[in-house]
């Protein structure tokens, strides 16, 4: 960890303060948005993939329950919004506390196959039961409403989604520092050591898969209510792999590499766009690139060349 | 009902085969290099696709085949040499990423050059069905079956008598090792993808008459072969085989008797259950972890 970590969630706090201000028109804004809610999801699964060494393939799955839940349980049995962002998250808390046990027995590319095989089954159950989620069309998104006041609009979701950002980076940063983070840590370095030591191994790799496992969820539910919107690609194998993607290229195990992943990997269909019909393979050759030259992901190599600072 | 299921087994046992083939070729790449290949899927769809074009551009069935099996090996190994040997020893998540960049790139080279349409092959020899039982059975699906047999056959040959597979064999079980008594265990990794993208284009191409084919075809044929060979206790030849054709098998029984429209979730929902009642597949010897 940094001498000052929190130098980095300073700048991310200025720059997101400050960025409203600069950013020309609504399409930045809503851009800024998406950068921010996939840099929290990434956060989560960095977590998981580079603290605790464990990889899912899977996780758009969490996301697509947190979002089907803010699209269904309002329109089809009235639930409040907010209820239902928080029935999605322990849903899918649940789901993942359930399937964990058996599934980190599991190591290395089965555990990869088992999480992979369940986002493909989520996928399916959102395409089929089209009663309940619209099928392959997706369904409308009723807006979070407090009395008769509804949050609606890219600046109000601006706001919304920068504080989670702000917040996550800021928990990252505690529970990385905790014994708990010291705890995975050893867990990806030797799972067997850290037996011995005394880190019981499958509730710390049980609690991180959870709590990740919310946080995509909780992000699903907030795309949602933001896009107004859900379709079966917010949740599909290609979603995941995205997700991997930006935690791999930032770096794992990196904090603010995170961000950066999420950042990046989110501008680039957009810069990606004048390629016409090309974004597929600029897509997989960056990302073929980017891991043979820097496999560490990009802060961390970054950081190693330039000072000794970090 | 007896017709009806044999209906099924015999859909099940063709597109099955499809799977045996690849997921033979995940065991493979995995025995020489612990690499999982993600992109063993769009050599399914190289081969079908090329073997569409091909043939659509005047040469004749035999020496398209013939090129729809070779360019994807070359593919493979051109892969091999410019992804994977670079990064040896690599994390298994960089590895994988690296795969998946691939399989992308390769997809979206064919869906620029060949577009997005669905295109199909003619049958090898002839549309008469075959009445067994009460159940129709495609001539094609012979063909498939066949030839399937005959690759494995092949294989088996290959590994237990000649010296390049007894090297492969022994670089499989023990790299440092193989290397100590002189096997070239690069040239083993390299013939590795070689053989594993020819094994992926040749299922593509005998299953593209029945099932059609298109530049995304590759994604679920691909990870229907991972589930085969985790389900065979990735690292077994026999295993991935019977992996292979088991997927096809319960797929097609799946869609038949429970639900047609959640055919595709079966493999997963399978596998998720053989993976939490017995973690190393169905063949997997009992792995000891070395500290």
Redesign the interface.
């Given at each position: 960890m940094s001498k000052h970590p929190y130098r980095g969630l300073t700048l991310i706090a200025a720059v997101l303060l400050l960025l409203p201000l600069v950013l020309p028109n609504s399409f930045y804004v809503d851009l800024a948005i998406r950068m921010a809610i996939n840099a929290v999801i990434v956060l989560g699964l960095n977590l998981l993939?580079g603290f605790a060494g464990q990889?899912s393939l899977g996780h758009a799955g969490f996301i697509g329950i947190g979002a089907y839940a803010s699209a269904a349980l309002p329109t089809h049995f009235g639930w409040h919004p907010l209820l239902a962002v928080v029935a999605g998250a322990i849903a899918a808390g649940a789901l993942a506390a359930v399937l964990a046990r058996?599934?980190f027995?599991?190591k290395?590319?089965?555990l990869?196959?088992?999480t992979?095989?369940?986002g493909?089954?989520i996928n399916?159950?959102v395409r089929?039961e089209a009663a309940l989620t619209g099928g392959p069309d997706g369904m409308a998104v009723p807006p979070m409403v407090f009395g008769s006041f509804e949050i609606s609009g890219d600046k109000p979701w601006y706001w919304i989604v920068a504080s989670l950002l702000c917040f996550s980076i800021w928990a990252s940063i505690i529970l990385i520092d905790s014994p708990f983070g010291r705890a995975l840590r050893a867990l990806h370095g030797?799972e067997?050591?850290s037996k011995v030591v005394g880190v019981n191994v499958l509730r710390y790799k049980l609690t991180v898969f959870v709590m990740s496992a919310m946080f995509a969820s909780i992000m699903g539910s907030v795309t949602a209510l933001y896009v107004g919107f859900v379709t079966p690609n917010l949740a599909d194998?290609f979603h995941s792999?995205e997700l991997?993607?930006m935690v791999?290229i930032g770096g794992?195990g990196s904090i603010y590499g995170s961000v950066l992943g999420a950042v990046l990997l989110t501008a680039l269909p957009q810069a990606l766009a004048t390629f016409e019909?090309?974004?597929?393979?600029?897509?997989?050759?960056?990302?073929?690139l980017s891991?043979?030259f820097m496999?560490k992901g990009l802060v961390p190599t970054l950081a190693a060349r330039f000072g000794k600072g970090e | 009902m007896l017709a009806e299921f044999l209906q099924f087994l015999f859909s099940g046992i063709t597109v099955g085969s499809t799977y045996a083939l690849a997921a033979l070729g995940f065991t493979l790449i995995?025995n020489s290099s612990h690499v999982?290949n993600f992109a063993q899927g769009e050599f399914i769809m190289l081969g079908g696709m090329l073997a569409v074009y091909f043939t659509h551009s005047g040469l004749g069935l035999p020496l398209s085949l013939v090129l729809a099996i070779v360019l994807p090996a070359i593919v493979g190994l051109v892969m091999e040499k410019v992804?994977i040997e670079?990064?040896k020893g690599?994390?298994?998540?960089?590895l994988?990423?690296?795969t998946?960049?691939?399989?992308?790139?390769?997809?979206?080279?064919v869906?620029?050059w060949l577009g997005k349409g669905t295109f199909s092959l003619p049958a090898f020899s002839g549309e008469q069905p075959i009445n067994v039982l009460g159940a129709t059975l495609m001539p094609q699906s012979l063909w498939v079956l066949g030839v399937t047999a005959v690759v494995v056959l092949c294989l088996w040959y290959f590994f237990a008598r000649t010296l390049m597979g007894k090297a492969m064999l022994a670089t499989s079980f023990n790299r440092v090792a193989a290397e100590l008594v002189g096997i070239n265990t690069d040239g083993v990794l390299f013939l590795s993808f070689a053989m594993s993208a020819a094994l992926g284009a040749l299922g593509g191409i005998l299953i593209t008459p029945i099932t059609l084919t298109s530049y995304d075809a590759g994604?679920m044929l691909g990870?229907k072969g991972?589930?085969g060979a985790?389900l065979g206790g990735?690292g077994s030849g026999l295993g991935a085989v019977v992996g292979g054709l088991l997927v096809g098998v319960l797929e097609a029984m799946g869609a038949g008797y429970i639900s047609s429209?959640?055919k595709?979730?079966m493999?997963?929902?399978l596998?998720?259950l053989i993976?939490?009642f017995r973690?190393?597949g169905l063949f997997g010897g009992k792995a000891t972890?070395r500290?």
């Open positions: 993939i990889i058996p599934i027995r599991l290395g590319h089965y990869a196959m088992a992979l095989g369940l493909i089954i399916i159950v089929n030797s067997v050591a194998f792999i991997v993607t791999v794992m019909g090309w974004e597929t393979v600029v897509f997989g050759a960056i990302l073929m891991m043979i496999p | 995995y999982i992804a670079p990064v690599a994390e298994p998540v960089t994988i990423i690296i998946i960049g691939a399989s992308l790139v390769l997809r979206g080279l869906q620029i994604i990870l991972f589930v985790v990735l429209s959640y595709d979730a493999p997963f929902v596998i998720l993976l939490f973690p190393s972890d500290v």
